[in-house]
């Protein structure tokens, strides 16, 4: 692992083009430490409570991920979850998780992953603490500990990590989420991550070559 650079990654736990780009996470990681940064995609008055409408809204984007991606969409999502009326999609809850996480030896993006399965394949509610305290077990998190941490983690601590995270994507110039940045030598690179949807050993080796050169 080159140590000496580092890959930003600008997500939102429900932003289902990162998603898409989960494989290319995945391939990163054996590269360089990638850090990620939730941006609260569904926060606040933008939390969004599933309705027939937001239903309809989101099939043909998901059909679209799925599509460029090969990312599966699993009937537990498509007609359990979307079909849920007592379920809201909030981004506030699984980024306090996955900080809870990362103060648990890192593993944030353990549970950004399973957090994501979670959601677009098994149709689970993550914004729920219950469900995202079952998913930290599942990646073998001590329970007890995580929910200490996510109680430390939820509400102001979240606010000025998505705070953070919002204005590191304005400085670097991302247009949404996702946004990779690569970082090396003090320098802030802006990345491409979408032209390698579907392609992540192709994908780990421009990274690679980026971090070489």
Known sequence: MNATATLHYIHDPLCGWCYA???????ARPLLPVQA????????????????????????HDRRIAQASG???GEGYFEG???????????APPISALLAADAQGGRGLDLLA????????????????????????DIGLDRSAF???Y??????????HIAASRALLARVGGQGFPTMVLEQGGAMTLLDPMSFLGRPERWREQLSAAIEG
């Open 37 to 60: 940064h939730g941006g609260g995609l569904m926060t606040g008055p933008r939390r969004k409570p599933v309705t027939p409408e937001l239903r309809n809204f989101v099939m043909p």
């Open 81 to 91: 979850l979307l079909r849920d009326p007592q379920a809201v999609f909030d981004s």
């Open 114 to 137: 399973r957090m994501q399965r979670a959601h677009y394949v098994e149709g689970r509610r993550i914004a729920e603490p219950a469900v995202l305290a079952e998913l930290a077990a």
């Open 151 to 160: 109680g430390d983690a939820a509400g102001a601590a979240t606010e000025a």
């Open 147 to 149: 929910e200490s941490a």
């Open 71 to 73: 990312q599966p969409f």
């Open 21 to 27: 780009a989960a494989p290319l996470v995945a391939a």
